[in-house]
């Protein structure tokens, strides 16, 4: 594999994971105020909900899948689930009851936990050579970092200017372009990290 393909795949993995920290930390930052506050429920009481109810299973799913189905196919399923739920809850959710609210939000973490929450870290390891492993590891961990920036400044923004039904439909979309994204990344499924070392002969010289 030629460096060109070696950055275009570090490009792809580090905006998966700056299009899911924008995508999961609108929920986490203003999810117990704001979407609590429009289904009335108490926001320490929806984050209980949210954390116990719908997080931590995904993370026991994701456990279970990741090695089997591959982090590429549990991350585009993931962010698909997280757009079409979201995108639900914004036209459907917030004119039902809070039990369909609270589903559709669960639907969206779990989802969410199953795929890219667990699959964004991996792959700015294992889809590069040992050598610079720690470089394109750091890269992605950035990009990520990045994203909850970007949250932090604009969903505010949004959310006074459009509102929130607005604000949860781009949410949506955003989690649809990162499956997009992720279609076009490498499946690192049954692979040893030794398949990557493509370009150790090219870096060491």
Known sequence: MEWSKIWLTLLLAALTWYIFDIAAYAGVFFGPNVIAQSIGVNGIIFELIVLLAFAIPGNVISTFTNDKLGRKFVQA?????MGI??????????????????????LSNIMSQI????????????LFPTLIRGVTSAITVMAGRTGVITTTLLVPIILQS?????????LGVISLMGALVTMFLIEPKHKSLDEFEYLKGEIET
């Open 85 to 106: 739920a979201t995108i639900l809850f914004a036209l459907y959710g917030l004119k039902s009851t809070a039990l369909v609210a609270l589903s559709l939000l669960g």
């Open 162 to 170: 459009q509102g929130l039904q607005f604000t949860m439909i781009l």
């Open 115 to 126: 795929g890219p929450g667990t699959a964004v870290g991996f792959l700015g390891i294992e």
């Open 77 to 81: 399923v993931g962010f698909t689930g």
